[in-house]
């Protein structure tokens, strides 16, 4: 780091190695651009990109880099003493592992967005940090542009967290929202998001649910305070939802969505966390079944703060750059005033048996059109500790479609019924199950 000090009236200067240089990273650096002499007026820290990190030099970018060097040579950034903070935008686990390590470890701070990393091995990195004095910011990793982390991790620090419930993929949000308002089939929006660019030409990560997973994981960790990595939680996509599906929830009164659920479980420490990932039937009047196309909303609920929700665009290079920006100023001014906070370690979070976990649950089954079948039916449940909250029934020739929604149960009673029904003779197949938030 060069330049005056930070009561100087020249500012100082923070001289940054980028490592990747796609969209978000292109987004980044025609972001510090243009906010350059703002940001040095407001804050007194000059952010000069240094070097950027690329695969192929011949590449044409379309952005301009100033002064900036391109190279292909990650220790140019990671390793070099005219580096004072790293940024990595490149993505994937193994690789990246060691790049921010290596930065970590010759002291630099570094800001990155790659959730899958941080699901994998952030308390490893966590710990790196803390051992050499310097800071891994990480908001853009979990909502693109909502500022959630500085939310859970600063403002809401002090508040005792109960659950967070969030949107937290655009692509499965857009895909959701198209078959709810145009009835679409699951497979004419996928299309329609990957022409769009919003899903790619593999999307696997997105429905289902892996990236929603990645970043459950560190929703956990943050607002929970204990390590949970994306082993720890249970997922369920999109790729089974289908425009009958949509059809009987809006009729019923909620639409889909592809939440990331993450709780705090007990009444007194050491507590436990629960996070999941699956389809949700949300009731249409709570804030998340209003969050239409590629929109992220993160829904909080704190035992003194009550509820509140966080809306805004969750990916995309202009947002997620944003956010990096964010956290290259918060590293900057730590490395201009010497106040790096420094994130305490992290112990092992105690992961609620999935089983344990609780919700209430919509399931329809087909059943012989017979007198005494519903009272069978009705039995199974009673006799798992399943309570019906309510139950509409509609003839189709010979059977009957029976269409449930439960109070609150435990997975495994709800997993133990489906097994008993499924054994039942009268029961021609079971339908579509999905977890619900209960109205």
């Known amino acids: 780091m060069t330049g005056m000090s930070a009561t100087s009236a020249s500012p100082t200067t923070v001289r940054i190695g980028l490592l990747g240089f796609g969209n978000v990273g292109g987004a980044l650096v025609d972001l510090i651009a243009e906010r350059k002499d703002d940001i040095a007026s407001l804050t007194g820290i000059d952010l000069q990109l240094k070097r950027v990190v690329v695969r192929d030099l011949a590449k044409p970018r379309p952005h301009d880099l100033g002064s900036a060097e391109l190279t292909s040579d990650i220790a140019a950034v990671t390793q070099a003493d005219d580096i004072d903070l790293v940024v990595e935008l490149v993505g994937g686990v193994d690789a990246a592992r060691g790049w921010v390590s290596a930065a970590l470890s010759a002291g630099k701070p570094v800001v990155t967005g790659n959730k899958a990393l941080l699901a994998a091995h952030g308390r490893e990195l966590f710990d790196l940090a803390a051992a050499n004095g310097t800071e891994l910011l990480f908001e853009a990793s979990v909502a693109g542009g909502i500022p959630l982390m500085r939310a859970l991790q600063h403002s809401l620090r002090g508040e005792p967290i109960e659950r967070v419930m969030g949107i937290v993929n655009g692509t499965t949000n857009f895909m959701l929202s198209q078959m709810t308002e145009d009835g679409a089939d699951y497979a004419d929006v996928l299309a329609e998001a990957q022409a769009l660019g ?30 949970v990595t994306d082993a720890d939680v249970p997922v369920e996509g999109i790729s089974r939802v289908t425009a009958a599906d949509i059809a009987t929830a809006k009729r019923l009164g909620y639409v889909i969505k592809l939440l990331a659920v993450v709780e705090r479980i007990g009444d007194q420490p050491p507590y436990e966390v629960a996070a999941r990932v699956h389809p949700t039937m949300v009731p249409l009047d709570h804030p998340l079944a209003m969050v239409r196309g590629s929109f992220n909303a993160v829904f909080i609920e704190g035992g003194a703060v009550g509820e509140l929700m966080l809306y805004g665009r969750g990916a995309g290079g202009a947002p997620t750059a944003s956010a990096v920006l964010g956290d290259i100023i918060a590293a900057a001014g730590s490395l201009a005033h010497g106040g790096v906070r420094v994130v305490p370690g992290l ?20 059943v012989d059109d017979q007198p005494g079948v519903l009272a069978e039916v009705a039995g199974v449940f009673g006799r798992h500790g399943v309570s019906i909250r309510s139950m509409e029934q509609a003839d189709v020739g010979d059977e009957a479609t029976l269409a449930f929604i439960t109070h609150v149960a435990s997975e495994a009673d709800m997993a133990s019924t489906l097994a008993e029904l499924e054994a039942l003779e009268s029961v021609v197949r079971i339908g579509a199950r999905y977890r619900v938030v209960p109205q």
């Open 198 to 227: 919003f899903a790619e030409a593999d999307p696997t990560a997105d429905v289902e649910g892996h990236d929603a997973q990645a970043k459950a994981a560190i929703i956990a960790t943050v607002a929970l305070g204990g390590s």
């Open 347 to 366: 112990t092992d979070a105690i992961i609620h048996p999935p089983e344990s976990a609780m919700s209430a649950f919509y399931l329809d089954l087909s």
